[in-house]
């Protein structure tokens, strides 16, 4: 259940939203969160749910596919929020080329090709768009390696399109959250080693103990594609209970 204190305002009453990873924790939560301030939203996952349209990510005409659907049911768009992603915890040596480069499918050249896909409706909108990094773009983590490459591309890229696409009026910025409490999160960590060197693994603690819920990470998305943001633009808005300072 939303709640109601995190969705008083109407911040995006009239505001066409497409959400992707809208099956997940923070995509779901970020949904909700939106739609109760007003935006109409189109989602998207590969996994199937209500109102969900379903696109692999990684899969250039899906996304297309995609693109010309989210068009004809908003007619337009004014925020675009890339929140779909996928880890898996795996040592250097047993890294394959294949779960590598579907770590940079899905994290990093997904996003990309759909800003690509929407530049000229957020151009006209003058819109933005919001990307879920991780502070794992930010720091070396072990066990990691494909995570940490695949979040840290999708950071540089989005603030290259940051300055790229200033002059068309299009803001794009990142949240880079700690650990959340959602099933993606959960499943990863079910992939780490057996045998892992905790210590390592410890430099990656919250000062805040715990793991966050998803509706932390959706206000700050919310923020960053609100008015309240009009001037920030190629930002990396850190959201991880103090693990990095």
């Avoid at 109601?4 to 939560?29: N, Q």
């Avoid at 940079?104 to 957020?122: K, S, Y």
């Avoid at 959960?186 to 103990?209: F, M, R, T």
């Amino acid at each position: 259940m939303t709640d109601a204190r995190l969705a008083s305002a109407h911040r995006f009453a009239g505001r066409r939203v497409v959400v992707t990873g809208a099956a997940g924790g923070v995509g779901r939560s970020l949904v909700e969160l939106l739609r109760a301030e007003g935006a109409q939203v189109v989602a998207t996952d590969v996994v199937p749910g209500e109102d969900i349209e379903i696109a692999d990510l990684s899969d250039e005409q899906q996304i297309e596919r995609f693109v010309g659907t989210a068009l004809e049911r908003l007619g337009g768009l004014d925020v675009l929020c890339n929140v779909a992603g996928v880890q898996r915890f795996t040592r250097v040596g047993e890294l394959t080329g294949a779960e590598l480069r579907r770590h940079l499918d899905i994290n990093a050249v997904g996003p990309l090709l759909l800003t690509q896909g929407f530049v000229e409706a957020l151009a006209q909108a003058r819109g933005n768009v919001v990307s879920i990094a991780s502070i794992s773009a930010l720091m070396g983590q072990p066990y990691n390696a494909a995570y940490c490459a695949s979040k840290a591309a999708l950071l540089l890229g989005m603030r290259a399109l940051a300055v790229e696409l200033a002059g068309r009026g299009i803001r794009v910025n990142c949240v880079s959250p700690g650990g959340i409490d959602t099933p993606m999160v959960e499943g990863a960590a079910h992939s780490l080693p057996s045998d892992v060197d905790w210590n390592l693994i410890a430099k990656s603690q919250s000062v805040i103990p715990g793991f966050m819920p998803p509706s932390d990470v959706a206000q700050a998305v919310l923020f960053l594609a609100s008015d309240a943001a009009s001037s920030i633009t190629g930002a990396n808005l850190v959201v991880d209970r103090g693990v990095i300072w």
